[in-house]
């Protein structure tokens, strides 16, 4: 059974019953799915997505399914997930509007992806070419195709010093004209406002590569430095920033608190609750279970089944804390792949810890009740070898 809940984005819903397709069966979907709520979900992206594909189709060497798999793999709208590979089978399948047959499984849309891939790789290498040498593969790390105007790029090269490339120079511009403040300084000018709180916006999964900061108060209170920042400072992080000031802006169940006026003037604590976030968004498999142990966890274990169209976690405590080092784990990050954390579950560390669901075990330390001890695997194809198949596959 799958269950979708009525404010998840078309995406999140397309995910959890791609997650959810068994291929074994004479029936693919999920009972209580039908095709008509695919369609639904699918024109709705369509609304989103179609325009690129059609110009992808229409402007290069890509197959509409190229194109298609291509385009909602690597184009996420704000607030959206990315696609996985079988939600990409279903929204082909249904966007065909073909009255038979099944959706396409995750092998065949990964064959697209990849011959997507393979032609933007090799128009990239012919653009990067069309110049005398030395060629940006042989300056950069990782070089990208910029398009400017001729007379934009003619002038960035009258510009650049004798040993500065076009990367140093364009990096030297967008650090001059960037609107920076640093976190104490915005939270110092909160309090000194009488702001009423300062949140984090964390409901989307990659709300920590752009913060979206929320405000409660009067946008007048605020200084033009504060007001039009577009770059947070944190310690020697810098992150780009979108501030939004409302007076009656209510923080959501998802939002991070950095700044309440209910909790005292000095807006140390929120400052050190945001690092703390940022630092744990994002972990390897490495790093997570090291945390756990810091924490003194007992073991970890992933549902079989995804949720949300990521992985299920069930750190086991032997008492199970009020907030757990994973509070804001959004992502665990493989040798080959990243998997979106759906759903953090702390559990005490019993016999029957665990027996009212399926999970794997990813590591469980000597002293645990719940089982026999399991060291997580030096090598990093044993180590996503512990993983369940099925969440493996939302990547």
């Not at 790029?153 to 403040?181: F, H, I, K, N, W």
């Not at 279970?289 to 086991?316: E, I, N, Q, S």
């Not at 804390?321 to 979106?340: I, S």
Request: one cysteine or more; a negative charge.
């Amino acid at each position: 059974m799958v269950t979708l809940e009525r404010e998840w984005k078309p995406s999140t819903k397309l995910n959890v019953i791609g997650g959810a397709l068994d291929f074994t069966s004479v029936e693919v979907l999920p009972k209580d799915i039908s095709r008509d709520q695919i369609e639904e979900y699918c024109y709705t992206l369509r609304q989103l997505y179609g325009e690129y594909v059609d110009e992808l189709v229409a402007e290069t060497t890509l197959s509409r399914r190229e194109a298609q798999t291509w385009v909602l793999r690597n184009l996420v709208h704000e607030g959206s997930e990315r696609l996985s590979y079988e939600a990409i089978g279903l929204y082909i399948w249904a966007i065909g509007r073909a009255t038979e047959g099944d959706p396409l499984s995750r092998t065949i849309v990964s064959e697209y992806n990849q011959r997507a891939e393979e032609k933007i790789q090799q128009a990239e290498a012919t653009v990067k070419r069309t110049g005398p040498p030395p060629y940006p593969d042989d300056l950069y790390d990782d070089p990208a195709v910029v398009w400017v105007e001729g007379r934009v790029g003619e002038r960035l090269m009258r510009r650049c010093a004798p040993d500065q490339t076009y990367s140093e120079y364009l990096t030297s511009l967008l650090d001059a004209t960037a609107e920076l403040v640093s976190l104490d300084r915005l939270l110092t000018a909160c309090r000194d406002a009488e702001i009423e709180h300062v949140a984090v916006d964390t409901h989307a999964s990659d709300w920590f590569e752009t913060l979206t900061v929320r405000v409660r108060g009067d946008p007048t209170s605020l200084s033009a430095v504060v007001r039009e920042a577009d770059v947070l400072k944190i310690d020697t992080e810098r992150y780009p920033l979108a501030l939004e000031i409302d007076q009656d802006l209510t923080p959501a169940r998802s939002d991070l608190v950095i700044y309440d006026a209910t909790e005292g003037p000095d807006p140390a604590m929120g400052r050190d609750r945001l690092k703390r976030a940022l630092d744990t968004a994002e972990l390897s498999l490495v790093e997570l279970v090291d945390r756990l142990k810091t924490a003194d966890a007992r073991a970890l274990f992933v549902g079989d089944d995804p949720t949300a169209a990521g992985a299920h976690l069930y750190p086991l405590f032997s008492e199970v804390p009020e907030e757990t080092p994973l509070a804001r784990l959004e992502a665990l990050v493989l040798d080959d792949r990243t998997l979106t954390v759906g759903a953090i579950t702390p559990r005490p560390d019993t016999p029957d810890a665990l027996v009212d669901i399926a999970a794997t075990a990813v590591w469980i330390a000597e002293d645990a009740v719940v089982g026999e001890a399991l060291e997580l695997p030096a090598d990093p194809v044993k180590r996503r070898e512990r993983l369940p198949a099925a969440v493996l596959r939302t990547a």
